[in-house]
C-alpha cells in the first residue's frame, strides 16, 4: 500500500495552505504548460489518478467531458472533492494507485498531477492505466524530476558568487527517499528520466512530449519566489499516447 501522508493531520493542514491548494490549477505555475499538452476533452471518459480535491476533475467537466472519474488514497481528499464538486458526472473514489484495476479500454484519457512518485511499482501502475486506455487514446501526468528528489542534503549550497546551486545525490541509485515536507518521514520513489520514459515505453505507449519544467520570464516577474526553480527543474511533465 502506498504511503498514505496526506491523512496525516499536520500534513494535511500545510498542503491545504499551498497557493494550488487554495487557488486551484490557476495555483499551480506548471498548469499553462500541462494545458498546452492535453487533448480535447470534450465527450472524452476520463480518469485523474490522484485527483486531490478534484480541480482538475471540475475542469475536465467544464471542457465538456462525459465524465470523471477522481481517485485517491486519502480519505481526506475525497472528502474535500466531493464537498467541492456539485457535478453528477464526476465520480470519486478512495483507491490505492499501487493495487489499482480498472476495466479495460474503458478510458479516453488519464490524467495525473505530482502523484506518481509516491508510487513504488511504476511499472504495474502504468501497465494497468494502458489496459484502462482505448486505442489512441492520451495520458498526461506531472512528477516531481528526479533531480529534485535526489539533492544533496540540506538540499542546495553556495557558489562562490554566493548563488544557490542544486548538486545531486546518488541520482542512479533508484527507490525510496526519505524526506521532510509538512511531516517528517514523508517516502517518495525516486527513478532516473530514463526509467520513467521506457517503462512507458515498454508498456506501449508512444512518447508525444517532455517537459523538463522551469517558469517564464513572465511568472519570474509577477512571483520572485519561483526564483529557485531556475537552478534545477522541479517538475517533470509527460504526455504519452496508446
Same mark, same amino acid.
Given at each position: 500500500?502506498? #504511503? ?7 500534513? !494535511?493542514?500545510?498542503?491545504? #495552505?499551498?497557493?494550488?491548494? /487554495? ?6 505555475? $506548471? ?8 487533448? %480535447?476533452?470534450?465527450?472524452?471518459? /476520463? ?8 480541480? !482538475? *476533475? ?27 464538486? *456539485? ?21 479516453? !484519457? ?10 513504488? %511499482? ?5 501497465? @494497468?492505466?494502458?489496459?484502462?486506455? /482505448? ?16 539533492? @544533496? ?8 558568487? =554566493? &548563488?544557490?546551486?542544486?548538486? /545531486? ?8 527517499? $526519505? +524526506? ?14 530514463? +526509467? +520513467?520514459?521506457? @517503462? ?17 520570464? #513572465?511568472?519570474?516577474?509577477? &512571483?520572485? =519566489? ?17
Amino acid at each position: 500500500m502506498a #504511503q498514505n501522508i496526506y491523512d496525516k493531520s499536520e500534513f !494535511f493542514a500545510g498542503y491545504s #495552505q499551498l497557493n494550488r491548494s /487554495v487557488h486551484g490549477l490557476d495555483g499551480a505555475p $506548471e498548469w499553462p504548460s500541462i494545458r498546452a499538452v492535453l487533448p %480535447d476533452l470534450s465527450g472524452k471518459h /476520463v480518469v485523474d489518478l490522484g485527483c486531490g480535491f478534484g480541480w !482538475f *476533475a471540475r475542469w475536465a467537466r467544464e471542457r465538456g467531458a462525459a465524465h470523471v472519474l477522481g481517485l485517491d488514497l486519502s480519505e481526506n481528499m475525497i472528502a474535500r472533492a466531493r464537498a467541492d464538486t *456539485a457535478e453528477p458526472n464526476i465520480e470519486y473514489a478512495i483507491a490505492d494507485l499501487e493495487k489499482l484495476e480498472l476495466p479495460g479500454a474503458s478510458f479516453d !484519457f488519464a490524467y495525473s498531477s505530482l502523484a506518481f512518485h509516491y508510487i513504488e %511499482d511504476f511499472g504495474r501502475l502504468v501497465q @494497468t492505466v494502458h489496459r484502462a486506455l /482505448v486505442a489512441g487514446a492520451h495520458f498526461v501526468f506531472t512528477i516531481e524530476h528526479p533531480i529534485f528528489m535526489a539533492p @544533496t542534503h540540506p538540499g542546495w549550497s553556495l557558489d562562490a558568487d =554566493g &548563488n544557490r546551486t542544486w548538486p /545531486v545525490n546518488r541520482y542512479a541509485n533508484e527507490g525510496p527517499r $526519505e +524526506t521532510d515536507w509538512f511531516a517528517k518521514g514523508v517516502i517518495k520513489q525516486h527513478r532516473t528520466i530514463g +526509467t +520513467t520514459l521506457n @517503462t512507458l515505453i515498454g508498456a506501449g505507449f508512444a512518447i508525444r512530449h517532455v517537459e523538463e519544467w522551469s517558469p517564464t520570464a #513572465q511568472q519570474l516577474a509577477a &512571483n520572485p =519566489g519561483l526564483t529557485d526553480e531556475m537552478e534545477r527543474p522541479m517538475m517533470m511533465l509527460v504526455a504519452a499516447q496508446r
